[in-house]
Structure formats: C-alpha cells, structure tokens
C-alpha cells in the first residue's frame, strides 16, 4: 500500500471517530454525583451478600456447604458446629449452625450460585458495591461483615422502584 493511500485511508478513519465523539457532545449527559449523591441501583443487582436471622434473630445457616459447593470461584469457607441448646438460647434455627462464614471478595465473581443454591434462603446478595480496599487481605469477610443484623449499609446508594429504570444504556441521552 503506498504512503498516499495510507494518509487517506487514517484520514478516513480520523473523521469516522471524531463523528461519533462531536455526535455525542450536543447531547444531554447523565452523570451520577458519586458519592456526593447516593447511586441508583436495580432491585437485581448483586453486591456484597447477605447472612439472615429468622424473625426471633437466629441465623438461617445451617452449616450444608451447599453453597461453598455450588461456587465456581471456591471462594466460601464454611466451618460447622453445633448448637444443642433449646432454640430460645442458641445462634441459628438449628443445631447445627455455621461457626465460621467467610466469602473472599478477591474471588467472588458475583454469580449468585451460592444464593441458587442456599436451601434455607439464608444468603442473598445486599446492595453495597463499596468493596475497594488497598489490602487484599481486607477482601476476606467474615460472618460478622455479612450477618445482616451487623453489616454497615453505605449511605451512598439507593435501590431503583421496581418500574424505575436506572440502566444508562437504556437511557435516552
Ligand atoms: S456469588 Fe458466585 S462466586 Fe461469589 S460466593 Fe456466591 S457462588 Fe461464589
Ligand atoms: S448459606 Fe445456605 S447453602 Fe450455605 S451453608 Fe448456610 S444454609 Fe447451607
């Protein structure tokens, strides 16, 4: 290809980029204040997850492993133990109860297998995305980051109406 046909075929391609970025700047832009503003997040969304208790306060997780065996990323380590105490006065719903529960953010791909599989609805996936730390080790939550009754819920989102519709690109800009 010679010198000449190159110089028209980049100027070509120049002007086709630069037509899409002087299409895009007379348009409306969409921009989330973060984190001065609280961001919208789809019912759906799946963030850091959730261990729940039962209306009495006593955690669902009855220790099955299903869930640590359900994920692909191998990152849920479960350790069991029991609980023979009348239900007034022990941790979970049932004797057996997860002593240990931690989940590695460093691996969770956020596949909500553990949550297709939990056969106690004990684990969901909450909202907080607020997950960035500068040590790797702070990745590793354990029972008391995920328990519902003690995880700290960020102030810097909020969960769309159920016919919200908060996808930017479903949203006319
Ligand atoms: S969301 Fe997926 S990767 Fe994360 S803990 Fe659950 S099963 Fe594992
Ligand atoms: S969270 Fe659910 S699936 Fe996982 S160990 Fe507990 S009861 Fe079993």
Same mark, same amino acid.
């Given at each position: 290809?010679?010198?000449?046909?190159?110089?028209?075929?980049?100027?070509?391609?120049?002007?086709?980029?630069?037509?899409?970025?002087?299409?895009?700047?007379?348009?409306?832009?969409?921009?989330?204040?973060? @984190?001065?503003? @609280? &961001?919208?997040?789809?019912? #759906?969304?799946?963030?850091?997850?959730?261990?729940?208790?039962?209306? %009495?306060?006593?955690?669902?997780?009855?220790?099955?492993?299903?869930?640590?065996?359900?994920?692909?990323?191998?990152?849920?380590?479960?350790?069991?133990?029991?609980?023979? #105490? @009348?239900?007034?006065? #022990?941790?979970? &719903?049932? %004797?057996? $109860?997860?002593?240990?529960? %931690?989940?590695?953010?460093?691996r969770c791909i956020f596949c909500g297998f553990c &949550?297709?599989?939990?056969?106690?609805?004990?684990?969901?996936?909450?909202?907080?995305?607020? *997950?960035? &730390?500068?040590? #790797?080790?702070? *990745?590793?939550?354990?029972?008391?980051?995920?328990?519902?009754?003690?995880?700290?819920?960020?102030?810097?989102?909020?969960?769309?109406?159920?016919?919200?519709?908060?996808?930017?690109? $479903?949203?006319?800009?």
């Amino acid at each position: 290809m010679s010198i000449i046909s190159d110089i028209v075929e980049s100027t070509k391609a120049i002007i086709k980029g630069m037509s899409v970025t002087f299409s895009k700047i007379p348009k409306e832009k969409w921009t989330v204040q973060y @984190p001065d503003e @609280p &961001v919208t997040v789809q019912p #759906r969304y799946r963030g850091q997850h959730l261990l729940h208790v039962d209306e %009495n306060g006593k955690e669902k997780c009855v220790a099955c492993f299903l869930c640590a065996a359900a994920c692909p990323s191998d990152c849920i380590y479960i350790v069991a133990a029991d609980d023979p #105490r @009348p239900y007034e006065e #022990r941790i979970g &719903v049932d %004797n057996r $109860y997860a002593a240990v529960y %931690n989940i590695d953010y460093g691996r969770c791909i956020f596949c909500g297998f553990c &949550v297709e599989a939990c056969p106690k609805d004990a684990i969901t996936h909450g909202y907080n995305f607020e *997950l960035s &730390v500068y040590n #790797r080790a702070d *990745l590793l939550k354990t029972k008391d980051d995920l328990l519902i009754t003690k995880q700290k819920q960020s102030p810097n989102y909020r969960v769309a109406w159920a016919d919200e519709d908060v996808d930017s690109e $479903y949203k006319v800009v």
